[in-house]
C-alpha cells in the first residue's frame, strides 16, 4: 500500500491550513494519509470535530484497487478506481487543492507535465510531494504495477510551474525530495506565510534561496555518489571482520515481504523471521531493520541475535547484508506465505507444516536456494535446539501424468497455448477453434497455484501464451508467468464489448488488464468485437489486434431435424443480465405456427414467461453439457441467439457448422461482408418480437438455401480468421482442421 516520507508532514500541513480548502483532490490515494491530514487539519482543526459536521468535500484517485480498505471511506467522500490519466476528464475543476503524494515520478516526465498543466487549471493550489534525484529507483512491488518510477526530477523543474513555495528535505538515508506548492493565482499569498506566523518551515522562496538549495543538493547528491561505490562500502564493513579472518562481501539489501493469503491447510498467516547469519556465523541485529506494514520486532532469547521479526499480513522488512547470509525462517501449523527478493531475483514459499521445524534460504551470487540444514545456533555446528526438526523445503507441487505428457508434447513443437477458465463455455468454445494447444485454469488461482502453473507453461517452451477473457485471479498467472518464463509473450484476448463496461466484473477486468499492458507484463491485448482494437490501440497507447472467432467444421448439408414442429432451439437464456434477456425471443416464438420450442438453464421468470404464453415444447432449467451442443443444435429446425451485446458470439457460427440455421443479434461483424447471409440471419431489433418471429418464418423457408450459402461462405471466412490469429501474435499458427 503506497507510503511515503514523514520529514515533510509539517510543511504540508502549514501549507493546507493556510488554504483552507473546501474542495480536495487526492491523486494517489495509497495508505490514505492526505485525505486524514486534511480531515484533522481543515475540518477537526476548525471545530468541526464530529464526523456530521465535517465539510470539507475530499476525492481520491487510486490506481491499484487493492490498496482501498473500508477505513479509507471514512476520511474520503469519493474514490475513483482506475488510471488518473483517463479518469482526469470526469473529474471536472473547481478543486481547491490537487494533491501529488509522491506520484509524479511514477509518470513518464512528459505525461507528468500534462498532469501539473491540468491541476493548475483545475485547482486554485497544486502540492506535490516528490523524490528528487536518481537514487530513488524503484520496480512495481506488492503487485502494483503502478509503483513504478518512470522519471527522475529536480526541485528547478517546479519554477516553471507557478511555484510559490517549497521546503527541501532528506529522507533516513539522505536521499532528497521536496515539497512544493503550485498556483496560477495564489489567492492566499502563500509566498508571504504560511498558517503559523513563526513557524520555520519552507521560507519564501527567492533566488538566492533557490541558488543554495541547488548547492546544498549538489553536495548531497555528490555525498550519494560516493556512500554507493563499492569502495566506501568495502571500507565501511572491514570493522565487521569475521572470527574467520576474512572480510564479508560488501553488503546489498534484501526485502522479505509478508502476505495476508495463507495456505488452506493453515491456521493462521504468521511469518517468523529468527536470524540473518552472515557468512562466518555472525548473526545480524534485527532491531534496527527497516520494516513497513504488518512487521514487528519481537524480544526471543532462543535465537541468534536475541530477537526475532514477525508478520501476520501484508508487510515486508528490508536490510542490508552480504552474499551468502543465510535467512532462517520458522515452520509451523499457522505458517504464512513470504517472498524473498534478492539481487532482483525472486523466492516465494509456504512456510505452513504440520509440525513446527525451520526453513532456511541463502542469499547465492546467481539465486537464492533452500539449504539444509539450517544456519548453527548462535555460531555453533550443531542444529538450532529451538527448532527439533530438520528444515522443510517448500511444499511445491510436482506434475500430474497429464501434465508431464502434455509438456513432453510441447517440447517437440512449440506452438501457442491458449489459457482459460473451463467454466466460460463460450470463450472456452472460441479457443478451442483458433488453438490447437489449450491449457485450463479454473478462476480460483492465487499466488501459490499460480506459480505451479506457470512452471508447466514453462516446461513446455510454448512460443506464446494467450489468455482469453482474463478472469481478474489470472493476474497471479502473469506475475508468476514473468517470473517463471520472462521472455515467453503473454497476450491476452477480450471477449467484451465497451457497453459491458457498466458492469463491476467486466470493467475491473478491462482495468486490470490495461494496467498489465502499460506495465508490460502483457504484450499485446487482442478484441474479438471488431472496432475496439483500433480505439484502444488510439487512446490508450496499447498494442492491439482484432482476432476473429470460427468454426473450422463446415456443414455437409442441412441437418435432419427431429420430426414434426418445427423445432426451434433458444440457448442464449439468461433473466439476470441484460445482455441476453430472453422475453422477446420467447414471445418471438409464439408466433410461428405449431412450433415446438427446446430451451435449457432457463430462469425461473422465463419458464413462467412461456408458460404464460402458453408454449409448446421443453423447458428446462438445467444446461446442456457443453459436448451435447452440436448434436441438439443440429435436431432443431431453427436456432435462435438474439442477443443485446455480443463481441463475436460462438453459437450462431457452431449452429450453422452442423448445418442448421441460427438467428443472432445485429452487434457483431457476422455475415456483413455476405448480403444474403445477413439478409436473413442478423435480426435488427433484438427487442422486438414481431420482428424476430419474422425472420424466423423466412430462415424455416429458406434453410436449405441458408445452409448451401454458408458452406460457400466458410472457408474464406475461416482463412480470414486464422490470418487475424496470425497478425495479432506475429508468428505463424498451424491451420489444422483436426476439430
Known sequence: MGTSNWQ?????????MK?????????????GRWGMIVREFCDVWYGRVLRK??????????????????????FYDRIHIGDFRTLRTSLGEGWDVVIFGDVLEHFEKKEAYQLLDWALSASEYVLVNIPLGADWSQVDIYENVYERHLSVWDAKEFEGFSLRRQALFTDYIDRPFGSFVLSRQNPKKLTQQLFSRNTAIGEEVVTEDIKLLSQVRSVVAELWEIKQSRSYRFLSCMQGWNSAGFPPVPP??????????????SKGNEVWLLAAIEPGGVAIDLRPILTRGAWELRSNQNTHSGFCLVSCGNGYA??????????????HPSGGQVEVLWRRRRLKFDLYSAKDGSLCVRLGRKRIEVIHPSPADKGSSEPCDTLAVAPVAPRRREFSKSESEWIERLNRRPVPVSVQCPQWYGIRSSAQQLFEEMHFIDDTLDEISALHHARVLAEARCSCVVIQGFPHTYKHLVTALRQQAPK???????????????????WEGFCLVEQLCRSGAVSKWGFAKKGMAEIVAARLGIRTGFVMN??????????????GGPHLGLWSLNTETWRKLPYSVIAATSMVENAQVHAAGMGKRAIEFAKSLSLSGKLKQQPIEQDQMPRILAQMHLNLSVTFSECAPMLPLESLSVGAPCLLGPTSHYFQDHQFLHDRLVVP????ASTIAQYARTALAERDAIIAAYREYAPGYNACALQTLQEFLEIEVPRSSKR
Not at 488554504?19 to 495508505?31: M, T
Not at 546489498?252 to 491447510?265: C, K
Not at 471477449?495 to 463496461?501: E, N
Open 685 to 688: 431489433c433484438p427487442d422486438n
Open 318 to 331: 528490508e536490510f542490508a547484508c552480504p552474499r551468502d547470509t543465510q535467512l532462517q525462517f520458522l515452520t
Open 252 to 265: 546489498e539489501h534484501v526485502r522479505i515481504r509478508s502476505f495476508s493469503q495463507r495456505n488452506r491447510a
Open 488 to 506: 515467453v509473450p503473454i497476450c491476452v484476448i477480450w471477449h467484451g464489448t465497451f457497453a459491458q463496461s457498466g458492469e463491476d466484473y467486466s
Open 550 to 563: 470460427m468454426v473450422r467444421k463446415i456443414p455437409l448439408g442441412p441437418s435432419v431435424p427431429l420430426a
Open 8 to 16: 515533510n508532514i509539517p510543511f504540508c500541513i502549514e501549507a493546507l
Open 19 to 31: 488554504i483552507e480548502p473546501k474542495r480536495v483532490l487526492d491523486i494517489g490515494v495509497g495508505f
Open 53 to 74: 459536521n465535517w465539510k470539507v468535500h475530499i476525492e481520491g484517485v487510486e490506481g491499484f484497487a487493492p490498496s482501498i480498505e473500508d477505513y479509507h471511506r471514512t
